[in-house]
C-alpha cells in the first residue's frame, strides 16, 4: 500500500470534500507548528518524510479541487500505508 495523506473539509459549501498535502509548482510540501502564520512554516521535499514531521506535531497544508491551501493540524490528518 503507498503512502496517503487525507483530509476532509468538515463544514461550510465544500464539506466532505477530500484533501491531499498541497504539492508546490517547485516540488516541496508545507509543514506548520503555528498553522497559516508564515513564522513557522517548513519545505519538505519528500511525501515520504511528512508521517514523520505529523507525529511531532506539524500540520500540512493540503488542498482539493477548489479548495485553496490551508494548513490542517495532525488530529484532522488520516496517514495510511505508513
Do not use: C
Not at 496517503?4 to 464539506?15: D, L, M, N, P
Request: proline letters at 5%; aromatic letters at 10%; hydrophobic letters at 40%.
Amino acid at each position: 500500500m503507498s503512502l496517503q495523506i487525507t483530509a476532509v473539509v468538515s463544514r461550510g459549501k465544500k464539506k466532505d470534500t477530500l484533501l491531499t498535502p498541497h504539492r508546490y509548482q517547485e516540488g516541496f510540501y508545507v509543514i506548520s507548528k503555528g498553522g497559516n502564520t508564515i513564522a513557522f512554516r517548513k519545505r519538505v521535499w519528500n511525501l515520504d518524510d511528512l508521517p514523520t514531521w505529523i507525529t511531532q506535531g506539524y500540520g500540512v497544508r493540503m488542498s482539493g479541487l477548489g479548495i485553496a491551501p490551508s494548513i490542517y493540524m495532525p488530529k484532522s490528518l488520516v496517514v495510511r500505508g505508513v
